[in-house]
């Protein structure tokens, strides 16, 4: 099992294993392992969360068209109606966490992918940046096998600034 960690304006993620056929056919349709992962139960059914103490914005499930103001985007869902979304901001320093243990069935080849946006504006004059990561951990948590940084935020920039992209492992 492997424990996926992601956070921030999380629009959809999926984890599908692809089988390889013992003898020339078609391939069988990727198997989806991720539950409710692009969040359309309109919860976080399947997801374990954690927030931090004090959020500008706490993480929740939205539709379209939400946004915490300061010249930061809106969300938009790139798959179906709802987004993982949080204000990347708070109380801290803390972390804003959001994961699923997923079984990766022997001899399968898995792929990941997941969208992701992410804005800030700095005006209120912060000490750290602001960084999103995403990690792999083992099943139930623990150290990261593997840790990839996604954005990190210049606190000596005060520009509203934005970012977005298309994962795939
Ligand atoms: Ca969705």
Do not use: H
């Amino acid at each position: 099992m492997k424990k996926l960690f992601a956070a921030i304006a999380l629009a959809c993620a999926a984890v599908t294993v692809a089988f390889a056929p013992a003898a020339p056919a078609a391939p069988a349709a990727p198997q989806q392992l991720i539950v409710n992962g692009s969040f359309e139960t309109g919860n976080f059914t399947g997801w374990g969360t954690d927030d931090i103490g004090i959020p500008f914005v706490p993480l929740d499930v939205r539709g379209a068209g939400f946004t915490p103001g300061y010249g930061l985007f809106a969300t938009a869902p790139t798959d179906g109606s709802f987004v993982a979304d949080n204000g990347f901001d708070g109380c801290g320093p803390d972390t804003i966490e959001l994961w699923q243990d997923v079984s990766i069935p022997a001899g399968a080849e898995a792929t990941l992918t997941f969208d992701w946006r992410v804005g800030w504006n700095l005006f209120a004059s912060p000490t750290l940046n602001r960084s999103l990561d995403f990690r792999v951990e083992p099943g139930g948590g623990g150290a990261p096998l593997q840790t990839t940084n996604l954005v990190t935020t210049n606190i000596a920039s005060t520009a509203t600034a934005r970012s977005r992209g298309r994962r795939t492992r």
